[in-house]
């Protein structure tokens, strides 16, 4: 799983084609695309804080044996104004590790980030040691744009499995920034993909929350 790890932080930085069977992701509103093998569930996802805030999130899952799966949620939500400008690098990849806490061994976390002019994305990527004695792979990125911020985590557990590993690193990789983005601020359907040309060097999830 490590050598896998390594290889998505690769495969990240390069643009995936489309397979014309395949569901494209894509809500109105959203400037984002991310294409999966078949349509994800939608599910309401409401804060525990605040029932009332709510936001739609998209699922899906396959299961290959009796310990190795993958699942995968995506969300694309209105972005406040001016948070493309005003979130960092820093700030983003500090926003992965603190969603990633329960999934991840923080010391085996890393993260990069790209400004691509037009929206900005970063990565977080680890392993983590199960009872079984094999590593779960997590992966999340969170790209913000002018007006939509798009987050994506996947976490594949158990013993390598190379349909699953290829399946896994084809979906994450296949984020891109949509040419044009709708403007209605509905999030029922869902987007296709799109991936930079290079990143910055990974770094470790850092401790201390920077400021924005």
């Not at 792979?137 to 987050?151: A, D, N, P, R």
């Amino acid at each position: 799983m490590k050598i896998f790890v390594a290889l998505v932080a690769s495969l990240i930085l390069l643009s995936a084609p489309v397979n014309a069977a395949e569901y494209t992701y894509a809500p109105d509103g959203c400037e984002f695309n991310v294409t999966f093998p078949e349509a994800p569930a939608d599910s309401k996802a409401c804060d525990s804080a605040n029932p009332k805030d709510c936001h739609l999130v998209s699922t899906y899952t396959k299961i290959y044996d009796v310990s190795t799966g993958m699942r995968i949620n995506v969300t694309c939500a209105p972005a406040q104004p001016g948070m493309m400008e005003k979130y960092s690098g820093e700030v983003m990849q500090y926003t992965l590790g603190a969603m990633a806490r329960e999934h991840i061994d923080r010391d085996q976390a890393q993260t990069a980030f790209e400004d691509l002019g037009t929206a900005k994305q970063a990565v977080l990527m680890a392993t983590k040691k199960q009872e079984d004695g094999s590593e779960s792979v997590y992966m999340s990125e969170l790209w913000i744009g002018k007006k939509s911020v798009l987050t994506l985590e996947g976490e594949m557990t158990g013993p390598p499995n190379q349909d699953a590993d290829t399946l896994f690193a084809r979906i994450m990789k296949s984020v891109r920034p949509q040419a044009e983005a709708k403007t209605p601020e509905k999030a029922a359907q869902k987007p296709e993909s799109a991936v930079p040309d290079k990143a910055e060097a990974p770094d470790k999830v850092g401790e201390k929350a920077p400021k924005p």
